[in-house]
């Protein structure tokens, strides 16, 4: 049963690049609240990969307590309606989110598979996959496309940890340019911010 809540918390259409999907020419977008947010072009994408940094006052295993709670994580992650584990087996775990979506844009939902890897120097790196056919699309959503990102969370001393939030994705569909231009800032410092908020809390 312990296994079983070894999940991987969805980060909100949003999540990793993988290496060699753009130029790291990434260009600062937002420097607030200690909170750094740069975006990159994606060779190939209409759409900008986005990367947010900050320092939390938690421990890695105070935020890999928060990730792993999938259905609480939608509180943090933004634009989240609602989040749920699909499958978990050894370091993977499959999860499904529903997105809000300002109105006239269709909501999205999105399924990841997340791999979670630990190392020696107490480290956590979360790769985030779409798997957009994993289960049936549902009626009144479009499926994301295309997800390709990581959380990094590496210990910074005590009860402090660097969290990096990087992501680049396809949400499907016809999206406005305002929309998504709003969205590649919004979504990592929204998510960091309140991810921030949480952890300050008592457990």
């Not at 750094?36 to 307590?65: C, H, M, N, P």
């Not at 990730?67 to 999860?95: F, M, N, P, R, Y």
Request: aromatic share 10%; glycine share 6%.
């Amino acid at each position: 049963m312990k296994s079983l809540y070894r999940l991987i918390a969805v980060c909100g259409v949003t999540v990793l690049v993988s290496s060699g999907a753009y130029a790291e020419d990434w260009q600062l977008a937002k420097d607030e609240q200690g909170i750094k947010v740069w975006l990159s072009d994606v060779a190939g994408s209409k759409y900008k990969a986005y990367r947010g940094v900050t320092v939390i006052d938690a421990s890695v295993e105070r935020l890999r307590a928060l990730q792993e709670d999938v259905v609480g994580a939608c509180a943090w992650i933004h634009e989240c309606e609602s989040q749920k584990l699909l499958k978990h087996e050894g370091d993977k775990a499959w999860t499904y989110t529903r997105f809000k979506t300002p109105w006239p844009v269709t909501p999205r939902d999105s399924v990841l598979e997340v791999t979670t890897r630990q190392e020696a120097d107490g480290s956590l790196r979360r790769t985030l996959v779409e798997k957009p056919t994993y289960v049936p699309e549902e009626k009144g959503y479009v499926r994301v496309a295309e997800v390709e990102g990581f959380w990094q969370l590496t210990p910074k001393g005590p009860n402090r940890t660097e969290v990096t939030y990087q992501v680049h994705t396809d949400p499907g569909g016809s999206v406005p340019s305002w929309l998504s231009n709003k969205f590649v800032v919004d979504a990592p410092f929204n998510t960091l911010k309140a991810l921030k908020e949480r952890a300050a809390a008592k457990p």
